[in-house]
């Protein structure tokens, strides 16, 4: 097990952070208040960049979670549950920011809509993975099992946003850059680089700890096993 | 190999799971008692009022279903750990779905076995009037299971296998059957009131595709799961 060194990363993660700072700020001062919705608009630079996040965060699970099932290396499974954790709180924070902004434009903080619940129970999928790896202490076993509860909860998400939406629909349609005003895109988009640099940077730091924890751990046994520690 | 030895393979392991089940039978009386129970006590939370009773029906029924049926899949992995049997079946020659597909059919055999029980306790008291449609509600309860069992059959390969099995198993399951929910509970709820909105074959159709899709991905699954 190589543990990756901090090097450029450090350097990045005060990018990423410097860079969100200073796309939140241009999209709160430069975007007017919305005709209906005023300043409560401005959580849209927050609430809608999660989401995206939330969604590419679970691809990457998937991703990872596939070619450790191809090759079985055991870097693919600490990269997957890397991002399931931060995928994971990037769900509950869109479902929180969501509330936050349901509450006064809505009048409710929850309403049994297609994406809201599709959203939370993606949440409830995502946990039941991460309480998997922490039931589970031999390491094979769980990066071998996760990778298939991470790729099987990822093909149902498709499917649980279709049942869900039948069932019931009330959240506002999708707005792309043609349906929104072009005052707001450019703040929206910024917002959502920085959100996916953040991610990254994330997702390599839990890698990174994990590995470390993993190197403890082979070492712990090496030192058991009565062998040279490397 | 040839698909008669699969067969055989499936058919041994489905019918030396249905016999110990028989022999014991303690199993399957009391997860049938708690389908009930649990009906019982959906009653006190919606009736007595026999309309509000006949609303909640489905929902009642398939969610007493899904409650008794979690106890069902940690079982039969559980007798295969107790004097180490999975370790001699996975000795065995043969594809590791086999195995899979085996306890799959067993365990559709009871859990069939015990739906006949709770939605019999289920007409009787939520006053269920039988639809004139009862074949497409046979084929919604049918393919439900499927949907149920398919999955619990593969995640208890898991979950019986971790220290907290018996907390793991529905938390993992749960979230993933909520379209196989949604679409049991839709179409049997509007089969009951006589499916005026025409909406029942639409979900049959999704649970038909769920069905296959968590089918065929749990064979291939399944050889990565009980190996390690």
């Known amino acids: 097990m190589v543990v990756p060194r901090p090097g450029a990363w450090r350097w990045f993660g005060v990018f990423a952070f410097a860079f969100l700072i200073f796309t939140q700020t241009l999209a709160i001062l430069t975007s007017p208040p919305d005709r209906d919705m005023g300043d409560l608009e401005k959580i849209l630079y927050v609430h809608v960049p999660a989401a995206w996040i939330t969604f590419l965060s679970f691809f990457v699970v998937l991703a990872f979670s596939a070619r450790y099932l191809w090759k079985g290396r055991e870097k693919d499974d600490l990269l997957a549950a890397a991002a399931a954790e931060v995928g994971a709180t990037f769900n509950g924070l869109t479902l929180l920011l969501g509330m936050i902004w349901g509450r006064p434009a809505w009048g409710v903080w929850w309403t049994w809509d297609a994406r809201l619940t599709s959203t939370l129970v993606l949440f409830l999928i995502f946990v039941g993975y991460l309480a998997l790896r922490e039931f589970v202490d031999d390491a094979q076993r769980r990066a071998q099992w996760s990778a298939v509860v991470g790729a099987l909860g990822a093909i149902n998400v498709p499917i649980v946003y279709m049942s869900v939406r039948w069932w019931r629909t009330l959240h506002q349609i999708q707005s792309n850059p043609n349906t929104m005003d072009p005052a707001y895109v450019l703040g929206l988009r910024a917002n959502a680089f920085a959100f996916l640099f953040i991610m990254i940077y994330f997702i390599h730091q839990r890698y990174v700890i994990a590995s470390l924890q993993r190197a403890t751990e082979h070492a712990a046994e090496a030192v058991a096993l009565g062998g040279q520690q490397e | ?228």
């Open chain 2, 1 to 228: 190999m040839t698909w008669n030895e699969d067969w055989g393979r499936i058919s041994a392991i489905a019918r030396k799971d249905l016999i110990t089940e028989r022999r014991s039978k303690a199993g399957f009386n009391s997860v049938a008692a708690l389908g009930v129970t649990m009906l019982v006590l959906f009653g006190f939370a919606f009736g007595p009022d026999a309309q509000a009773l006949r609303d909640a029906a489905a929902g009642a029924l398939w969610l007493a279903i899904l409650f008794a049926g979690v106890l069902a899949f940690n079982r039969s992995y559980q007798v295969e750990l107790e004097s180490g049997a999975l370790d001699e079946l996975l000795q065995y020659p043969g594809a590791r779905w086999t195995i899979y597909a085996g306890k799959l059919i067993s365990n559709l055999i009871f859990v069939s076995l015990m739906l006949a029980i709770v939605v019999a306790a289920g007409i009787v008291l939520f006053q269920i009037h039988i639809p004139s449609a009862w074949p497409m509600l046979l084929v919604t309860l049918l393919l439900g299971i499927v949907g149920l069992v398919t999955l619990g059959t593969f995640y208890a390969a898991m979950a019986s296998r971790t220290r907290a099995r018996e907390v793991l198993l529905p938390l993992l399951l749960f979230p993933m059957l909520v379209p196989v929910l949604l679409a049991a509970m839709s179409a049997s709820k509007a089969l009951l009131g006589g499916d005026l909105m025409h909406e029942a074959s639409a979900w049959i159709r999704l649970l038909l595709g769920y069905d296959v899709i968590f089918l065929v991905a749990a064979l291939f699954a399944f050889e990565h799961v009980i190996e390690v």
